[in-house]
DNA sequence: TATGAATGAGACTTCATTCAT
DNA sequence: AATGAATGAAGTCTCATTCAT
């Protein structure tokens, strides 16, 4: 899985045929198979490993206690901070999301709430019930937030801008200012 | 142009292989060739004509001598709207941001500051020099401001929102006050 | 023809297709199909035109009246000096010589005794009967003329040696002494 | 590389098509491309082999010690005799040679004197420098040895003759008388 | 008579998957 | 359990030839 991870993350799918991912991870072509149904299946199971990885790392020092704004920037920041910490991550997950498995999950998920997304969600519905943020769409929320840190996270990974931790900072109080409910 | 332009924005690359695109569109395999010299080629030149065709709509009943504000609402909701009603297009360009292609020409264009792209570059400069917008790095505010609009724009292209007009200037707006100078 | 001659002499017949052939005449691509069958008439057809023009070029001053060797000498020199003038034909029955065409020409012509050539097999009976050259069979003696006339000229064309006048001389009496009955 | 022999010398390089070597080798088309990089490779990796096979065959047996006249004869008809029992491998050669590759291989070669052909080019500078043979351009005693040898496999190949023992002597002695310093 | 856009068979090559070892 | 050679469908692209204009 980590050979899958290195070689689709730095070059694509396109250039991960099942021999070059066999070969670097040491073992014969013939071996994945025994592990993985198919190629498809080693993808959507990297992907659900990683996704786990992540909420993980979210979850660690979330402040459960604190305010709403807290909590938020919290989410966001750790995030933020785990794409850059760990390129190869967010470029496999950029993607996986532009496939035809990323498309057809990311409906299936949000429209039936399910995944671990559905973290987000309730922070969002919490945020909304309580006149904390803007009373919005669940999903544009979610847009309005990810967004910015998705195109962030893929400009310091393509070597476009180099993040500091006070850029993270600043993008993440701009960003809430724009859901705040004032 | 326009049955690759399909293909490739249902279906993704990869599924959109000459001889289907050549079906598609009524002709032989190689008569495309006739006409583009390789599929790259193909990809390139659509990619081309609907990045033109979007300036196009911008530019259409630009505010010029209007507020900054006004300016950046009226380019932030012309790109969305056109996204929204031009689907298609909007797929095709994430696919193609999202390959070894989009990604190269994505780090030329920003590091030479060249393309059509230089367009938001200036205005973005002019607010930072103004003290309109606050003082962040070009491409962060890049990020800040197309981030949002390109989920809201996928959201509403996989029918996970229908977005409404009122949305729209909800977003830009929301969105302006994360980036305003205050 | 002279756009077929040299785009086959010099980059070989795949890299000759009919629309290069069509656009180096200045014609449309149908065009050559009102005065060629096909792409192997206009080679049979070439070849034709370009052995009746080395015919010509070997008779003129032929010493009719000479002896034996003079003739002899006479041909295979006008040959050679024709091949070192004209490298495009040259090159041009060489690769006529080497693809399915040639092969089974080669061997009709020789069995039936049809074709230019019977001039040279005239000869070479001739020398044969008169006790004037070797007592060899036709074939051989051809060979042993025209396989080094054929590598001569040969380096020359790519350019690996600069046939001087003197080395033609000398060529074809080192040869003649090969064949000559002594 | 058998199936490949035999298809591009009864036929040549271009109806030798991938599919069909693979066909007459027993074995699935993408097979090949386990051993050969590519088609262009196949080809060279044969020519290769065959001309080592062809310097081991005229290695056999040659006088060492003997006169420049004996080995020189030694190596011609050495030569001759592989080329007669080896019809496949002398074809596959004379398309070789006739064909971009073995052009510009002819002229690296040549020109940097390596090769296997460098055993002859030795050979014949002994010959010269001890004025045993004429005193022309190792490129014109090369051609002149070797073109009437090439011609006479040729006419032997295309069963145009049938070439006995007895010719192949009588053959190589009268080139000797060529090339002789009298 | 001339054109040249259109065709589609066929060329080379890649790669997910299988299976005998 | 592990291997990796073999497979062959499918992909991109070329080009001799046709035919409506």
Redesign the pocket.
């Given at each position: 899985m980590s050979a899958a991870l290195e070689l689709i993350s730095e070059q694509g799918f396109?250039?991960?045929?099942?021999?070059r991912i066999a070969d670097k991870a040491g073992?014969?072509?013939?071996?994945i198979?025994?592990y993985f149904e198919?190629?498809?299946m080693l993808i959507k199971t990297l992907y659900r490993e990683l996704e786990n990885e992540i909420m993980t790392a979210i979850q660690k020092g979330y402040p459960e206690s604190e305010s709403f704004r807290e909590r938020f920037i919290h989410i966001w920041t750790s995030l933020l901070r785990y794409f850059i910490a760990n390129p190869l991550h967010f470029r496999y997950l950029e993607q996986y999301h532009n496939s035809p498995y990323g498309v057809s999950m990311r409906r299936d998920r949000i429209l039936s709430k399910t995944g671990d997304s559905s973290i987000f969600i309730d922070l969002f519905e919490e945020g909304v019930s309580s006149h904390t943020v803007k009373d919005l769409p669940i999903i544009m929320l979610f847009a309005l937030a990810f967004g910015p840190m998705v195109f962030l996270a893929r400009d310091h990974t393509l070597a476009l801008i180099k993040l500091q931790d006070a850029h993270i900072v600043q993008a993440a109080t701009a960003y809430w200012e724009a859901i705040e409910n004032k």
């Open positions: 396109h250039k991960a045929p099942m021999s073992v014969g072509a013939g071996t198979y025994l198919s190629k498809d």
